[in-house]
């Protein structure tokens, strides 16, 4: 079992920055692949930004390449997402999840456990 912790939202301006923090808990979290997914109000849950165990290979949504930067800290149990120039349609609630040994990473059918999620509004 996988205890996902998220914290970092809020309310930001267009063209701010959060950063999004995922502390981990239950099981060796470098042995594990992490990714975020955002899901705003009347939206499906969409991929956002992935990274392998070991850190040396990340994976972006078009909609947020060259924005978001997700890095971890395997020392700390932690994942983070930083989000810079951020717009209006960023805004949902943002959910951390482990990744399964199997699948794609872009798919959230093949993430095993998943945070509570935290809020990010970016007012026009």
């Known amino acids: 079992q996988v205890r996902l912790v998220e914290s970092g939202g809020g309310l930001v301006q267009t063209g701010g920055s959060l950063r999004l923090s995922c502390a981990a808990s239950?099981?060796?979290?470098?042995?594990?692949?992490m990714g975020w997914f955002r899901q705003a109000i009347g939206k499906e849950r969409e991929f956002v930004a992935a990274?392998?165990?070991?850190?040396?290979?990340?994976y972006y949504a078009d909609s947020v390449k060259g924005r978001f930067t997700i890095s971890r800290d395997n020392a700390k149990n932690t994942v983070y997402l930083q989000m810079n120039s951020l717009k209006p349609e960023d805004t949902a609630v943002y959910y951390c999840?482990?990744?399964?040994?199997?699948?794609?990473?872009?798919?959230?059918?093949?993430?095993?456990?998943w945070g509570q999620g935290t809020q990010v509004t970016v007012s026009a």
């Open positions: 999840a482990v990744k399964g040994l199997e699948g794609s990473y872009n798919n959230y059918d093949h993430y095993d456990y």
């Open positions: 239950g099981r060796p979290f470098s042995s594990y692949a």
């Open positions: 990274i392998s165990w070991s850190g040396a290979n990340t």
